[in-house]
């Protein structure tokens, strides 16, 4: 079974939070302290609960639990024209979702506390839904994502090792919103690759090369190496992106997208990227419910 909060599309509020292990705590403290979060904490306010921790980490307590080719973000990403993606790699990632703010920051807060002697918190950032599915540049976010009958099929891991687990990728980009906002509707469409007002893929024909659908649209043997997205707005008015959430069966998938963006194989830059700039960047296993739930209290306890 899938960690079910992957996939509670709208909710409005959310927070995000990264923690690195004490001086002196071990992996399997921090598992064991994150799986006892799930249980009351996971449906508690009317909140969802999605945990995940650094590859690395989670291979020291199930070194046979890791899919293939999963690992840390601990280089950053070189493109073109001095253009970089940030390595910001830390021990654990805990998503809290819900559809009140209040409920939301009482399960954070509660969060915090319980892992308090174990983990550190290396980073906290608010997110929240804008215009419904809009991204602050006011285009739709998400548009190529897949419907939720088929969203375990590409999220999640089907068999094998780690059989119900998921690869996320968590970036925060920062927006330079006037300047992208000073460009005419028809270059912003460019720069997209879609129309602003209802997200119609440009014809090939005016589709530039560097535009943002076509650095992360990707086809391999004809098929579309799709993900699924959960991404949301932060910040403030004067300083405020994306929090990008991308949760994939194959991270190879996630790295792609990235290396096209950046230009760093075809020189081929993502347009965007001159609009907003990556601050953090890490990959965070989700293992499924029954891994974790291994390493949960017993209720007696």
Known sequence: MTQTGIFGLGTPEHCYLE?????????AELVKAVAALTGPLSTGGGVNLVVGFRPE????????GMPPGVRGFTEPIVGIEGFQMPATQHDAWVWVAGGDRTAVFNNTRDVVAALATIATVAGEVTGWLYE???????????????????????AVVAEGAGAGSSVVLVQQWRHDSDSFQELPVEEQERVIGRTKADSVELDEDVMPPTSHVSRTVVEEDGA????????????????????FVGFSSEQRRLEIMLRRMAGSDDGLRDALTRYTTPVSGAYYFIPAVPALARYAPEEDD
């Not at 976010?141 to 088929?150: A, K």
């Not at 699924?228 to 929090?243: I, K, L, S």
């Open 132 to 154: 419904h599915d809009r991204d602050l540049t006011g285009f739709i976010d998400g548009t190529e994502n897949p419907s939720l009958l088929e969203a375990a099929g590409v």
């Open 57 to 64: 980490l989670w291979a020291l307590v199930e070194p046979d």
């Open 224 to 243: 579309e190496l799709k993900i699924f997205r959960r991404n949301t707005a932060f910040g403030t008015v004067t300083d405020h992106g994306t929090m």
């Open 19 to 27: 923690f690195d292990l004490r001086d002196g705590a071990s992996a």
